[in-house]
């Protein structure tokens, strides 16, 4: 079985432009959650969808970054206006049910250079 | 505030047994423990996860302390592909819920 799949791996984009990371979850799985890694933070929450429902967005920057799932096999993350300080690897992870018990299992991730 | 304390390191050597310990005094009754590791440029791999009891498959055995203050996750003969940053996590039962990590404590294995 294909595991979370992230497309692109990476992506180098002009400040100021715009930036748009996806995301395929494992089938079956209905939460999807995104974080985002750098050397400084560390692991940080951004936001997770489960049935495609925002359920919670507590960790997205209120302003350039939302996110969508607009089916149940692929999830986006997009950023406006991107900004050196947005350059992070951008992962995004599945579970069969949103429930604490399920295993969140991880993609690759999208490493976003912004020049 | 970290919920869960690890130490920052730990070494070992090729076909040694490593337990690597999380102190989590605040835990509270409804919160899941879980352990993740992560090598560079991956994704964080989940290892195991308890509530109570001690729990063990192909990967590690976690040994949870019966106050559940604290809990030890025992990786019996480590190889090279063992060397990652493992994190403990503690998650809240329900729907919902994020995983949220601290910075973990890297395990360097040697030959």
């Known amino acids: 079985n294909a595991g979370v799949i992230q497309t692109p791996r990476h992506k180098v984009t002009g400040k100021g432009q715009e930036a748009t990371l996806w995301c395929e979850p494992i089938?079956?799985?209905?939460?999807v959650f995104w974080y985002r890694q750098t050397i400084v933070q560390g692991l940080e929450f951004l936001t997770y969808?489960?049935?495609?429902?925002?359920?919670?967005d507590s960790g997205m920057p209120k302003e350039r970054f939302s996110a969508q799932m607009p089916n149940q096999s692929h999830s986006t993350l997009k950023i406006q206006s991107t900004q050196p300080q947005d350059s992070a690897v951008y992962l995004c992870a599945s579970s069969l049910t949103g429930n604490s018990g399920n295993t969140l299992y991880f993609g690759e991730g999208s490493r976003l250079i912004v020049v | 505030d970290a919920k869960t304390t690890q130490p920052d390191s730990m070494e070992s050597t090729e076909g040694e047994t490593v337990h690597l310990p999380c102190s989590h005094a605040t835990i509270s009754g409804n919160e899941y423990i879980y352990w993740y590791r992560q090598v560079p440029l991956q994704g964080p791999e989940y290892v195991t996860h308890?509530?109570?009891q001690n729990t063990t498959n192909s990967m590690a055995f976690l040994a949870i302390a019966s106050d559940r203050k604290s809990s030890t996750l025992i990786l019996p003969h480590v190889s090279l592909r063992d060397a990652a940053v493992y994190h403990c996590?503690?998650?809240?039962?329900?729907?919902?819920?994020?995983?949220?990590f601290g910075k973990g404590a890297k395990l360097t294995v040697s030959p």
């Open positions: 089938s079956g799985h209905s939460a």
């Open positions: 308890g509530l109570q």
């Open positions: 996590i503690l998650r809240e039962q329900g729907t919902g819920s994020k995983l949220s």
């Open positions: 969808f489960r049935n495609q429902a925002p359920i919670d």
